[in-house]
């Protein structure tokens, strides 16, 4: 068993989402949102984040940990807040001894949903159904729970190729 940490990196918000992983099967064990408070400056806001990831891998002991990569938008002031809060995602468990993969969107959403077309509410709808009884305060934390649920497929897949037994 590998317990497996998902972040959705944010400035504003940053989703968390924890599962323990069994090769192909995933149970659901914790999962919430850090929250930094807008009105102050950035970079209180990203040790803030840094602290609370800390405290976070701390308490649950995860194996590995993995990250949404970043996408550009039309905002080049968001993008470059949202690098911020990505930088300490990666730097925080890389810090902690752990494994740090990346997962583009379409990959996640391929891997929860099957297709990299899929809407934010299908991705949400599969992730309650992968993780029954999971309580998903917001959709970043959901976001991070397509994350780390994608994470385990693509580590349990790899795993069985490096093992010589590939799946259908």
Same mark, same amino acid.
């Given at each position: 068993?590998?317990?497996?940490?998902?972040?959705?990196?944010?400035?504003?918000? +940053?989703?968390?989402?924890? %599962?323990?992983?069994?090769? &192909?099967?995933?149970?659901?064990?914790?999962?919430?949102?850090?929250? +930094?408070?807008?009105?102050?400056?950035?970079?209180?806001?990203? $040790?803030?984040?840094? *602290? *609370?990831?800390?405290?976070?891998?701390?308490?649950?002991?995860?194996?590995?940990?993995?990250?949404?990569?970043?996408?550009?938008?039309? &905002?080049? +002031?968001?993008?470059? !807040?949202?690098?911020?809060?990505?930088?300490?995602?990666?730097?925080?468990?890389?810090?902690?001894?752990?494994?740090?993969?990346?997962?583009?969107? !379409?990959?996640? !959403?391929?891997?929860?949903?099957?297709?990299?077309?899929?809407?934010?509410?299908?991705?949400?709808?599969?992730? *309650?159904?992968?993780?029954?009884?999971?309580?998903?305060?917001?959709?970043? $934390?959901?976001? $991070?729970?397509? %994350? %780390?649920?994608?994470? $385990?497929?693509?580590?349990?897949?790899?795993?069985?190729?490096?093992?010589?037994?590939?799946?259908?």
């Amino acid at each position: 068993m590998a317990r497996l940490l998902g972040i959705d990196p944010g400035l504003r918000f +940053t989703g968390w989402g924890m %599962v323990d992983a069994i090769g &192909n099967r995933i149970s659901y064990v914790a999962s919430g949102v850090i929250a +930094t408070d807008s009105a102050l400056s950035v970079p209180t806001r990203l $040790a803030y984040l840094h *602290q *609370q990831l800390e405290q976070l891998i701390a308490r649950y002991s995860p194996a590995e940990a993995a990250i949404e990569e970043t996408y550009v938008n039309r &905002n080049g +002031t968001a993008t470059l !807040k949202l690098g911020y809060a990505r930088g300490v995602a990666l730097l925080v468990p890389a810090q902690c001894g752990l494994e740090v993969a990346e997962y583009g969107a !379409k990959t996640i !959403k391929r891997a929860v949903v099957g297709t990299g077309a899929a809407t934010k509410e299908q991705v949400s709808i599969m992730v *309650q159904r992968l993780l029954p009884g999971a309580k998903i305060p917001r959709a970043d $934390a959901s976001d $991070a729970l397509a %994350v %780390v649920i994608c994470h $385990a497929h693509h580590r349990a897949t790899h795993r069985s190729i490096a093992c010589g037994v590939i799946m259908a």
